[in-house]
């Protein structure tokens, strides 16, 4: 292994580490991101033979802790993290195992070895790459020839209940020129451009993608515990007008509210290696 | 091609893409016009609106600058048409 820092100036990076001690609050945990995230655990299996396991955007180290807590002592984990407060969040929990490890880096700027990992997982963070194609390179370049993975992230059309609620009120708030740049933050691919990235950089191994609609119910307040976290697309609406904007998002929300609560579809694209 | 357009020849390419990439499950009520909404209609959202305007950079061939550009008028479908022919002109 190779230590190495990543310092991203990215107001998203910079959000989840300011609001990191929150993210493991109850009601981020029940939010609909923490049962999709629940989800997306439950369904890794570690094999036997793995050696080196990989968690890129381990967030405050929960799925490590989870694995390491049921797997041998000779497997080793190592989690990457860039925003830092979540990292340090992530140290402390880890703390109890001897065999995992919590590093600076992201999917651009993986501080391990090349041909090194056995297996990679990452729940929820790729959407959040700057540039797709290098984060893409660089996964394959720590993948060990034969190495297993699973990335969850999100898809195009997530969301997209807020999304057609929301978007005219921050066109009003920010203008075209800035929704548009914090739009460009996040990297919603559809299923085929999934498959073409993911391809091209696996050829000739032939990467398998799942795709999900599930749509999470939950109190205004609920879906607000995980809103705040993604401030930092709008980061660059002045205070003032950043209350006005928030209490017209509220209301939108509202509006769509359904018995069952206010809903939300998670688009899930689930990106599979598996050997032979 | 990236010829001189007129608006009107504009405004035809732009309800047609729309037409062919509008958001998933969504089916516009009635006829896209030189007067949707693109925004309010739902027929796009912010990602829908990076791809129109990168296509439309493509087909007039001209960077569309949208700093200091009225709300209003970069959702309605000849409104994003006219900023892009005075992109074009400066």
């Known amino acids: ?276 | 091609m990236t010829v001189a357009m007129s608006e009107a020849q504009l405004v035809d390419l732009v309800i047609n893409w729309v037409r062919s990439n509008h958001r998933p499950g969504y089916s516009p009520n009635g006829e896209i016009s030189a007067d949707t909404d693109l925004i309010a209609s739902g027929l796009l959202d912010s990602f829908g609106i990076i791809d129109l305007i990168v296509f439309i950079e493509s087909q007039s061939g001209c960077q569309i600058d949208l700093t200091d550009v009225d709300p209003g008028e970069f959702c309605v479908v000849k409104g994003l048409c006219r900023i892009t022919l005075r992109n074009r002109q400066n």
């Open chain 1, 1 to 276: 292994m190779t230590s190495s820092t990543s310092k991203l100036a990215n107001p998203i990076v910079e959000t989840y580490s300011r609001l990191a001690e929150h993210y493991d609050d109850e009601l981020n945990l029940h939010s609909c991101w923490g049962q999709a995230s629940d989800k997306a655990l439950a369904s890794i299996y570690l094999k036997d033979d793995y050696r080196l396991v990989l968690d890129v955007g381990c967030g405050t180290g929960r799925a490590l802790a989870r694995l390491a807590s049921r797997a041998k002592s000779v497997v080793q984990f190592v989690g990457i993290e860039p925003a830092e407060n979540m990292r340090n969040l992530a140290l402390r929990r880890v703390q109890p195992f001897r065999n995992v490890q919590i590093w600076d880096g992201s999917f651009e700027h993986i501080p391990l070895e090349t041909g090194s990992v056995d297996y990679l997982f990452s729940i929820f963070a790729f959407h959040w790459t700057t540039d797709p194609e290098a984060a893409v390179r660089e996964v394959r370049r720590v993948l060990k020839p034969g190495a297993e993975m699973d990335l969850f992230f999100i898809g195009r059309d997530n969301g997209r209940e807020f999304i057609q609620k929301t978007t005219p009120i921050f066109l009003k708030y920010m203008g075209p020129a800035l929704l548009l740049e914090s739009a460009r933050m996040r990297k919603q691919l559809t299923k085929e451009a999934a498959h073409q990235l993911f391809a091209k950089a696996f050829s000739p191994t032939e990467p398998f993608i799942d795709e999900s609609y599930q749509t999470y119910y939950d109190t205004l307040e609920g879906h607000w515990g995980w809103w705040v976290r993604i401030e930092g697309h709008f980061m660059q609406i002045p205070s003032a007008r950043k209350e006005r904007c928030d209490q017209e998002v509220k209301n939108a929300l509202q509006c769509l509210a359904e018995p069952a609560g206010i809903p939300y579809t998670i688009h899930q694209l689930h990106v599979r290696l598996r050997r032979g």
